[in-house]
């Protein structure tokens, strides 16, 4: 295992003409972790996250992953190597089936060679395997943009499993889910990290939640990083606290 | 869950149940129904039918590769071309010219045909693929104008008065012809539908940022489709010239056809495979049996007329309609209703087949 972290982000800066939407922001993930991202609105999460997954370019500052600079590589490149994103409004491929969904997500077939086959039964077998795990057996035939928010929002999460990734991007996979639903949500973050090995970053404004499933947490307010620490060491943060209660 | 309260749906409901049970039939049983189809199709020369009715059931067989055609691309990837005649064009014109000026035999210049169609289809592709939704359909469109003002422009082609063929095949030889075209692109498009390819084209149209996220590059998935939706289209324009015995650039550009498709796709249900060749059939059955004979003149009316029916009352079409309740029934039969959050019902989207406007997520 490598000593570097597997994510890491060097001084990643974004501007949006005169906005500094992201400011200078070091961030490290190291492997196995599961690390929280918060801050208020407006602070630059689902930027840097742009940045990151190379959906936006950074102005400035390096992303590296795996050791290898990935800055402002394509979008689809970097998702290819094993760093996969869920976006903050759920999105999945409403027309097609939920199994499609999860076929069509598939690592087992990414190969050229299976771009002109049926999907292979292990993608098949792992998809099965996916929509146990989160209870959405009997759905497996209905058009994924029928469900509710919430079963949509599970399927985003399994079709991200399906690809296999090595770090995962979460944007708020509390948001929109009903509170009864929360501990089962941990429990599947948990059991992706533990038993696949998917590191994980998240972005998150449920507190009771990121609080529960984080080793650590990073903090940004208005683009930059004003903390990092443990979930006791935030919670008692000066820093933080004035962020979130608008003090200067 | 709530579209239908009203008294007199139970009688849609009724029929949507029982045409989703005959889908529900039909569906994986694609090759056999296709196999019968091919059959009966076969046999229809032999019972001596008028030169009339010949003609006209291969027009519908030349309509149904077009609309599978179109909706490689506008159906199963979500970009509505409005420029499909453009290969089609091409397909005619060159066989025609090979033909006609260097004597070549008709399965040669299909050949040749086909390949010009796909190659510009690979060079515009690459262009006009980068836009979406209006902006692709408009700038496809422009295509289709120029290629036609293009053709009308040079000598080879033989200007606005265009080239006339005399020696063709027989009326049987051409029917066989577009049977076999059309059976041969419809096992295609089954086949590729099942395979990963047909998979990503479907997560392009439904949200192309998100398959890019995923991992894909889709610019070679949509302009691989746009080349396969060319190449058909081209061997039926390559075929149509010398059936017709006649190119110019009006008819081979034929902008009315490009409508005329594209409302074929739609009414049949697109992102189907059945649902193209079936609203191929109905529509141009409709015109040329119902409308040339006792509505002359009033095609275009009744074009239009479908197409905003349709978008507006059924915007996924006939077969997609009864596909998407087939899928409601399988939602709710599990209990969907049940699992569904109840703060957050529905948001799934009504149905609209309106292409999706997906661009990256918002900072």
């Known amino acids: 295992m490598s000593l570097e972290p597997i994510l890491r982000t060097d001084g990643v800066t974004k501007r949006f003409g005169g906005l500094t939407a992201v400011d200078d922001v070091d961030l490290d993930v190291e492997r196995g972790e599961i690390v929280g991202l918060i801050g208020p609105n407006g602070a630059g999460k689902s930027t840097l996250f742009n940045c990151i997954t190379g959906s936006l370019d950074a102005d400035e500052g390096t992303v590296t992953f795996e050791g290898q600079d990935i800055t402002n590589w394509s979008e689809d490149g970097i998702a290819r190597m094993g760093l996969v994103r869920m976006f903050q409004h759920t999105r999945v491929y409403g027309d097609m089936t939920v199994l499609e969904n999860l076929l069509v997500s598939a690592a087992e077939d990414r190969g050229l060679g299976n771009t002109f086959a049926r999907p292979s039964s292990e993608a098949e077998e792992h998809a099965h395997e996916l929509l146990e795990t989160i209870d959405l057996e009997g759905l497996a035939d209905v058009r994924a943009g029928r469900m509710s928010f919430g079963q949509q929002k599970l399927l985003e999460f399994a079709m991200a499993l399906m690809a296999d990734p090595d770090v995962l991007l979460m944007d708020e996979p509390a948001g929109g889910i009903n509170p009864s639903m929360l501990g089962n949500l941990i429990e599947y973050i948990r059991d992706a990290n533990t038993d696949q090995e998917v590191t994980i970053l998240l972005i998150e404004h449920n507190m009771d939640f990121v609080m529960e499933v984080a080793d650590r947490i990073n903090v940004l307010a208005h683009g930059e990083k004003i903390a990092e620490g443990t979930p006791e060491e935030i919670q008692t943060d000066e820093r933080v606290l004035d962020a979130y209660l608008g003090r200067e | ?363």
């Open chain 2, 1 to 363: 869950m709530s579209t239908t309260n009203d008294t007199g749906a139970d009688i849609v409901d009724g029929i949507l149940d029982a045409a989703a049970s005959v889908y529900r039939f039909f569906e994986g049983r694609g090759l056999q129904t296709l196999a019968v189809f091919t059959i009966v199709s076969a046999i229809i020369p032999l019972t001596n039918p008028s030169g009339f009715e010949m003609t006209v059931i291969t027009e519908l067989f030349l309509f149904g590769v077009l609309a599978l055609s179109w909706d490689l691309i506008g159906g199963q990837t979500g970009y509505p071309s409005f420029g499909n005649m453009a290969f089609f064009g091409i397909g005619a014109y060159t066989t025609a010219i090979l033909v006609k000026s260097f004597g070549i035999a008709f399965p040669l210049a299909f050949v040749v045909a086909a390949a010009l169609a796909v190659a510009f289809a690979a060079f515009i592709g690459i262009i006009v693929l980068r836009l979406r939704g209006g902006y692709f359909a408009i700038a496809t469109l422009g295509v289709l104008l120029a290629s036609q003002q293009i053709t009308r422009n040079l000598d080879v082609t033989g200007g606005a008065s265009g080239i006339i063929l005399l020696q063709t095949p027989t009326a049987q030889e051409f029917y066989y012809l577009f049977l076999a075209i059309l059976v041969l692109e419809a096992i295609v498009v089954m086949y590729l539908a099942q395979t990963r390819f047909g998979l990503v084209l479907n997560a392009i149209r439904d949200d192309e940022g998100k398959a890019t996220a995923m991992g894909y590059n889709t610019t070679y998935y949509k302009t691989a489709a746009w080349m396969l939706a060319a190449l058909f289209t081209g061997v039926a324009g390559g075929a149509w010239s010398l059936f017709n015995t006649f190119v110019d650039p009006i008819t081979a550009y034929n902008t009315a056809w490009n409508v005329e498709i594209i409302a074929m796709a739609l009414l049949g249900g697109s992102g189907t495979v059945v649902g193209p060749i079936l609203g191929a059939f109905g529509l141009h059955g409709l015109i040329r049996m119902v409308i040339d004979t006792y509505f002359t003149g009033w095609q275009l009316v009744v074009l239009g007329a479908v197409v905003i029916t349709t978008v507006i009352a059924m915007p996924k079409g006939i077969v997609g309609t009864i596909e998407e309740h087939a899928s409601a029934m399988e939602y709710y039969k599990h209990g969907g209703q049940a699992a569904a959050d109840s703060s957050d019902a529905d948001v799934a989207d009504p149905g609209d087949g309106t292409v999706d406007d997906s661009g990256g997520d918002s900072p």
